[in-house]
Structures are given as structure tokens and as C-alpha cells.
């Protein structure tokens, strides 16, 4: 697929919008979307063009349930732990009191560590041969967060994309970690298969596909640079 | 009668309570909603809950299952009501990408069990007699009704089956008939001539 051709991307943005982009195509065209802003500048298009066939649909009421479900979401969702009505005993209402304002403390703090990003670390380096390194890429130690850095202006080819892949051990097939930047860095988040993938993965490597990557969810380009994957993370 | 050959009829691109709000206040109450103001959100949800759920009931087929995706819409607007930008387009449009993205993620995960259910939700058809609204639905809805009745009669059934039933390539086949091929080319040159007619 020649995805540099801005006639194809706008027929795949529409049939995104459509819904007719469907399965693993469907996937790979959203993370597409999300690496590249012109990519989603046409999907913005047709979402404007077809999104007002959709508003001449009758409304249709929800049932009085959906609201007080959404309430309670949110507020459970940004709401600190809740709070007890202390013990009815006087004598045992400044210990309860105590207690809960210890356990308010420490389940703040749990909840606030929860939602602090584990730092990152550098789990491989990849560079051709003699040449300078051209990414590093860094993960959390639970896996779900990964970043590739590109370090050297050599890491960009017109009109292909560099694809990045866990090699399992074994002949296992490999598993997309998606498009590497051409420079700067770019962060995302690892699907489930994607950490399973990692966790026993000894290397990654490099592939040369079309822009936004593979077509067929496996490698199509020749394997440019292979990686040991740092196992102590 | 044949799906793909139904007479054509006149299309009504927006109507309701949703048409009356204007973008510009859906757009204040989603800024409100990012301050975490939650009168604003209910607010959202008074004009824009019943227009979301009759797409999302279209595409998924059972009223429970949408309005569970419902309320998973309106938690993800509370949360990502920060990233929208009153640059890139009508706050309604945005609003309905995320009811529509959400309802075929959902029609995803339990197209098997969805197809096995009877109890299908009976729904009327989305024809609407007489010419919309196009002072209150805006002049891209207008635009879109005109370009839409330009098609070919195959073209327009094969895109609101897809757009409005969340219909696959493979499904709209199966209703028609018609060999998947031809369902594809219905569609592709339905939406390129979409495009060219808007975009003239």
C-alpha cells in the first residue's frame, strides 16, 4: 500500500468515518491517525462531511437510570476516598476519627503513586554496525508505557517508515511496537499483547515498511537493524 | 423491494433539540466541562444524550448495550473534554465522533453475540419526509443532504447502511445479495463523488 498518495488517505479516512475500515486495517489506520496529523486532519473532514446524517436520526431518550450511572462514575472517578460516618460511640469517635484521617492520608497517597508514570529506562539501542545510534528506546518497569527517541538526523527515508517489532524467542512471530520517529520522540502506550510480547522478547528489530507502517500487521520490508532488548528492566 | 433500489426519498440532516443548540454553547460546556464543572456536563447530556443514543442504538441493535456505551461516552467527555479544540471543527461533530467511535469499538468486541440475538431492537426507518431544517442544522448539513441525493440510489442505500447501521462490507452483501465486490465499489464511489460534489 502506498500510504504517501493523498488520494488513498483520504479514501481510507472516509471509510474510517464510514465504519467500513474494520479488523486489524482499522487499527493500524488509528494509530496512523495518531502519529500523524495530516492523517487526522482528513479524518476531521469527513467526520464534519457524514457526522450530520447521523443527526437526522429521531432522538431517542435514555432511560432515567444512564444519568445517575454517569454521576456516579465521574464522581467516584475524581472524587477523593470517601468519607464514614463516624463510630456512634463518643468515646470512640476521635480514634475513628484518627484512623480515617490516617487512612484518607495513605489511600491518597496510594491513589496519587497509582497515577504517577513509572520513570522510563533505556531497554535498547539500536544503530547499524559502525554508525552512530539512531533510536533509543525506553520503557516502565511494568511495560505499559513506551518511548523511541530518534538521536541521529540519518533516520528518516522518503516515502517508507521504520516499524519497530519484539522479536520473540523461538519462531514465534514477531509483534509490532509501531512506527519509530523520524526524529524527536514519540510516547505510547503498550496493548496487552505488546507487553506479553516484551516480557519475553530478547530483541527487537528495525523494518522498512510503507509510511505508517506495515500493511499486513507482520514485517514487509527488509530487517534493517536488530537489537538485544535489556532483560533487567 | 430490493434494499439497494428503495425510492429515493428526501433527507433530513439534523433535527431535535441538538439542531437548537448551537455549537458555540456545546463548545462553553465542554470547556466548562474540562474547569470540571458538572452542571455543564448534564447540561451536554439534556441536548446531546438522545441524538447520541439513536446512533448508537442504530449501530449496535440493543437499547441496554447503548446505553451502556452511553454512559462511556459521557465519562470520556468529562475526561478528555481538555483535549477538544474549538478550532477544529463544530462541537458537535466532535460530541458525535466520540458516541460513533465508541459504538463501533463496542460493535466490535460483541458482533458475534449481536448477531445471534432475535431480540434485535426494532427501529423506524431514519427517513424523514420533507426538507430539514437548514437554518438550525447549518450549511454543511444542508450541503450533505443536497450532495447526498445526488447519488445513484445503490450509493446512497450502501453508505447509510454502513454510516447509519454500522454495517460491514460483508453485511450490507448479505442484505442485498449483491457480491462483496460490487458492495465495495458502491461505496467507494459513492463517498469519492460525496466529496467532489461537497467539494465543488
Known sequence: ?233 | MHPMTAPGRRYTMANGAAANSTDDELARLIQACAARDRQALRRLYELMAGQMLASMVRILRRRALAEEALQDVFVSIWQRAQQFEGGRGPARIWLMAIARHRAIDVLRSERVNLYREADVEQLPEPAMEGMGDWASAGRSAAALARCFEELSGEQRRGIELAFINGYSHADIARVTGEPLGTIKSWIRRGLASLRQCLES
Open chain 1, 1 to 233: 500500500m502506498k500510504h504517501d498518495q493523498p488520494q488513498l488517505i483520504d479514501a481510507l479516512a472516509s471509510e474510517y468515518v464510514l465504519g467500513t475500515l474494520r479488523g486489524a486495517a482499522r487499527r493500524r489506520f488509528e494509530r496512523w491517525q495518531s502519529a500523524e496529523w495530516h492523517v487526522a486532519s482528513r479524518v476531521h473532514t469527513w467526520e464534519s462531511r457524514l457526522i450530520p446524517l447521523a443527526l437526522g436520526l429521531p432522538p431517542l431518550a435514555p432511560s432515567p437510570g444512564v444519568w445517575t450511572r454517569i454521576e456516579e462514575r465521574i464522581r467516584s472517578a475524581d472524587a477523593p476516598p470517601a468519607t464514614r460516618r463516624a463510630a456512634a460511640r463518643p468515646a470512640l469517635r476521635a480514634l475513628a476519627a484518627g484512623l480515617l484521617m490516617c487512612a484518607v492520608i495513605a489511600g491518597g497517597y496510594v491513589a496519587w503513586r497509582m497515577t504517577q508514570p513509572l520513570p522510563l529506562q533505556t531497554v535498547a539501542t539500536i544503530k547499524a554496525e559502525q554508525g552512530p545510534i539512531l533510536w533509543s528506546i525506553e520503557l516502565d518497569a511494568h511495560r505499559e508505557r513506551l518511548r523511541a527517541v530518534a538521536l541521529a538526523a540519518a533516520a528518516t527515508r522518503p516515502g517508507h517508515s521504520f516499524e519497530l517489532w519484539a522479536l520473540p524467542p523461538g519462531k514465534g512471530a514477531p509483534v509490532s511496537l509501531g512506527v519509530l520517529p523520524g526524529a524527536g520522540q514519540l510516547e505510547r502506550t503498550l496493548s496487552d499483547a505488546q507487553r506479553q510480547a516484551l516480557a519475553i522478547a530478547a530483541q527487537v528489530a528495525v523494518s522498512l515498511e510503507p509510511p505508517g507502517g506495515s500493511p499486513t500487521g507482520a514485517p514487509t520490508g527488509p530487517v534493517l537493524y536488530v537489537a538485544a532488548l535489556n532483560p533487567n528492566v
